[in-house]
């Protein structure tokens, strides 16, 4: 009898152990892999349109009768839309919850992508575009939240190795897609691809996604505007700088001052208010405040190759807009297969701040031998640089997310995600912009320099007063002669780009080391902070 009762005893005392009662999720689903499929939908859809677009502005021009440079807008409206909506986020996922805010951000986007495709004036594509970006700007950071709740704090990093490859291969395959629909069907279905694939979405949501626990509090307008304010005026003034030739027009200057003027006024008031739109726990989190500033160069490097790639291809290698994306496409399969092994890697205890540092000296590499090329460099070693380039992002996001949630408490994971988010697209813009300014400089100082080699001394043909005594043929001569100098000054400016982006991630990995290590393995956050 003794035995028996030391036998439950042990039993009792054993059962404790078996089970983790810390390695739990934050919401209980009936399923999480289709919970997943849903939301990495949603996910997907909203990067893809960032760049899906982009190449059919030119069949959108003539079809709405709009001038090249008004026709731009159509690009502006969403990127703008999507970084004034983003701050909203944490407020409004705990206010609703996440899963009715998610359901109706997908449906409202569903909508105006269908709309976009039925736009047959430039003012109601960029109300419609307008409507598709404020919308979709949920769609990423309730689509991290959300799989980081639902998934065990032991597998976080799996989690974001789903939704790091979403993140990046969207973009990627944009051009693709979008250039295929164009072609072979019409540019309309840039935007009617989106209601199939957002309706499968819609399903898995409405009839996976719980309720989620709200939480009422009062919604920081003022802090709201400032932040507004400052963020549209900087993506105003990256998306236009090039455009109305940055600060010699005043426009850039106008946008400046208001940015300035909003961010001192915001962070004055964000820091005194008993109520700021972000809560003040999200800056005392130093692996979070690192991850935002890490996430600000990730943003600029991999989105500045993104912008540099298909000019390049096509411009000065007269690749097909399909050839561009078949030739980019290994980047996406190196995010993919990188993106599982760090997940792996960081579940088995590897560090993730040597992760990062790993992440950002792959993509300097890969930069460094991008910038010596030469004209003559071949699609295979595109594939190569592009294929080692998502290795490295694939580690990078991967991690770069793990340490921001790491120690943040689960209450906090929405702000944090549309922070995170916000700071990507600003990166991202940045990153945009000065690479195309340093190409625009470049090309201009370059053709200076290369111009003065073309003379009488190397060959009289070229020479402008020589020319004429040949007619058309020394016209034609001189047309070449250009041509050829303006595709050498164009190189030069794309791997003056190059080296900027290599070098900026060796800069970038001091940062790294303000990360903390978590105490509890991967993941530190408490489970229940709602």
């Not at 509090?217 to 549209?232: H, Q, W």
Request: glycine share 8%.
């Amino acid at each position: 009898m003794s035995g028996d009762n030391t036998a439950q005893a042990s039993q009792a005392n054993s059962h404790p152990a078996r089970q983790d009662t810390t390695d739990q999720p934050t919401v209980h689903v009936d399923s999480v892999p289709l919970v997943y499929i849903g939301v990495l939908l949603a996910a997907v859809l909203q990067v893809l349109d960032t760049t899906i677009a982009n190449v059919a502005i030119p069949h959108m021009q003539s079809s709405l009768g709009a001038t090249q440079e008004t026709v731009l807008w159509v690009l502006t409206s969403y990127i703008v839309a999507s970084a004034i909506a983003l701050p909203t986020a944490g407020w409004l996922s705990a206010r609703f919850g996440a899963r009715k805010l998610l359901i109706l951000s997908t449906t409202t986007f569903i909508i105006s992508s269908m709309l976009c495709g039925l736009a047959t004036t430039l003012e109601q594509m960029v109300l419609f575009r307008v409507i598709q970006g404020a919308t979709g700007a949920f769609l990423m950071p309730l689509s991290q939240t959300i799989l980081l709740d639902v998934t065990r704090p032991s597998r976080h990093a799996q989690a974001m190795a789903l939704w790091g490859s979403g993140v990046i291969v969207g973009p990627i395959m944009g051009p693709v897609i979008g250039g295929w629909l164009t072609e072979n069907a019409n540019w309309r279905w840039v935007f009617f691809v989106n209601v199939p694939v957002g309706a499968v979405a819609l399903l898995l949501m409405v009839t996976q996604l719980p309720q989620w626990p709200l939480r009422r509090f009062r919604f920081d307008f003022t802090g709201f505007i400032m932040v507004a304010l400052c963020v549209a005026s900087i993506q105003l003034l990256m998306d236009r700088g090039q455009h109305i030739d940055w600060f010699d027009a005043t426009e850039a200057w106008i946008y400046v001052m208001v940015a300035a003027c909003a961010a001192w006024v915001g962070i004055i008031h964000l820091v005194t208010t008993p109520n700021p739109l972000f809560d003040r726990q999200l800056w005392h989190d130093v692996n979070f405040a690192a991850s935002l500033l890490i996430m600000l160069v990730v943003g600029l490097s991999a989105y500045a190759v993104l912008a540099l790639l298909p000019p390049m291809l096509q411009s000065l290698f007269n690749y097909s807009v399909l050839e561009t994306g078949m030739v980019i496409a290994p980047r996406g399969i190196g995010v993919l297969i990188c993106a599982t092994l760090a997940g792996r890697l960081l579940r088995q205890g590897v560090d993730l701040r040597l992760l990062i540092a790993v992440g950002f000296v792959i993509i300097a590499l890969s930069m460094f031998e991008m910038a010596g090329w030469s004209l003559d460099v071949d699609s295979r070693h595109v594939m190569v640089a592009g294929f080692i380039q998502g290795f490295g992002l694939g580690f990078l996001f991967v991690s770069l997310n793990t340490a921001a949630f790491a120690t943040l408490p689960a209450h906090l994971r929405a702000d944090g995600s549309s922070l995170i988010n916000l700071a990507r697209s600003i990166g991202a813009s940045g990153g945009i912009s000065v690479s195309s300014l340093i190409l625009a400089r470049t090309i201009q100082t370059s053709h200076s320099e290369l111009v003065p080699n073309i003379t009488a001394e190397h060959t009289a043909i070229f020479d402008p007063q020589v020319a004429g005594m040949y007619g058309s043929y020394g016209s034609a001569a001189l047309s070449v002669a250009d041509a050829a100098i303006n595709r050498q000054a164009a190189m030069i400016g794309y791997l003056n780009d190059f080296w900027m982006v290599g070098w900026l991630c060796i800069a970038a990995i001091p940062i790294v080391l303000l990360i903390r290590k978590p105490k509890n393995g991967v993941s530190a956050a408490p489970l229940d902070a709602h």
